[in-house]
């Protein structure tokens, strides 16, 4: 087996994505389109990179149930490499995402056994591999550990290393300032819009990319329908959107993430900006146009 471009530590999941016909109505019954299909941050990431002929292993943790060993089973007929340990005892984890008409959604996460990842989970890794790392990870007690190890090894060894602070509610739990003084050694940092303003205080968008490229020396934004934005130092570039009818936008910012993140590795780390942003926004029209993150 050949080394990895690119090592992605995070979650493994089923999602359940419910479609909705209008919105919500609590008390009585509203049709929807239900699907079950695989998910989890980590495992999109590595999905869409392996699909985009990127050599990527993934590291995380299932369940001893039929549902991890199908996770699992779809993965590797995608080409990803797989570290997956199967925890005895626990459930493969499941999020259930409802989405109202025009893509907006809500999920609801059980995480199961990706909350046991451990240190010793993660590969020893050396450059030229890159390592992604889901935020995620970091913003639960229980695999917290094995994400901030994951990261500390992968700097120390010399690899770059890229990270998704994953969402504003568990990321405003963690606390901003313990955030960014645990991520400060990430080489590229892609939160989206809400994200960007959430952990600098600005409010427009240009200016958060701004603040977080004073930390990080590169940081690429996801707009949704507006397009990213790519800050590095002084320089701000912004790229438009994809015109797509969007069905739901659940696992839009992996895959931008993985679209991006290809490109990054194929050109060492020194990626031209334009050629990142519009491999990262091709792949996320691909994802939102249909119901599931992939």
Request: with cysteine; hydrophobic share 50%; net charge negative.
């Amino acid at each position: 087996m050949t080394a990895p471009q690119v090592v992605v530590v995070g979650d493994v999941c089923t999602d359940v994505v419910a479609v909705l016909s209008g919105v919500p109505a609590p008390g009585s019954d509203r049709p929807a389109a239900i699907r079950s299909r695989g998910g989890g941050a980590g495992a999109n990431v590595a999905a869409h990179l392996a699909a985009l002929g990127t050599s990527v292993q993934l590291v995380g943790c299932v369940g001893d149930d039929p549902a991890g060993a199908g996770l699992a089973a779809e993965l590797s007929a995608a080409g990803v490499q797989l570290a997956l340990r199967a925890v005895p005892g626990a459930g493969t984890g499941t999020i259930v995402s409802l989405v109202e008409p025009g893509g907006e959604r809500s999920m609801l996460a059980d995480r199961g056994a990706n909350l046991d990842l451990r240190a010793d989970d993660v590969p020893t890794l050396a450059p030229p591999t890159h390592l992604h790392l889901s935020g995620y990870t970091l913003l639960d007690p229980g695999p917290r550990e094995a994400g901030l190890a994951a990261l500390a090894a992968a700097v120390q060894a010399g690899c770059t290393v890229s990270l998704d602070p994953a969402s504003t509610g568990p990321l405003a739990g963690y606390g901003i300032d313990r955030w960014l003084a645990d991520t400060a050694a990430a080489t590229l940092l892609l939160p989206n819009a809400e994200e960007a303003r959430l952990l600098t205080g600005c409010r427009d968008t240009g200016d958060a990319a701004r603040a977080l490229a004073a930390r990080h020396a590169v940081v690429a934004v996801s707009l949704g329908a507006e397009g990213a934005l790519w800050a590095a130092g002084s320089e701000l570039t912004h790229r438009p959107a994809h015109a797509v009818d969007v069905v739901d936008t659940t696992g839009a910012g992996d895959a931008f993430a993985a679209g991006l993140l290809s490109v990054w590795v194929a050109a060492a780390g020194r990626p031209d900006p334009l050629a990142a942003l519009d491999a990262g926004i091709a792949r996320a029209a691909t994802v939102v146009g249909t119901a599931g993150a992939r």
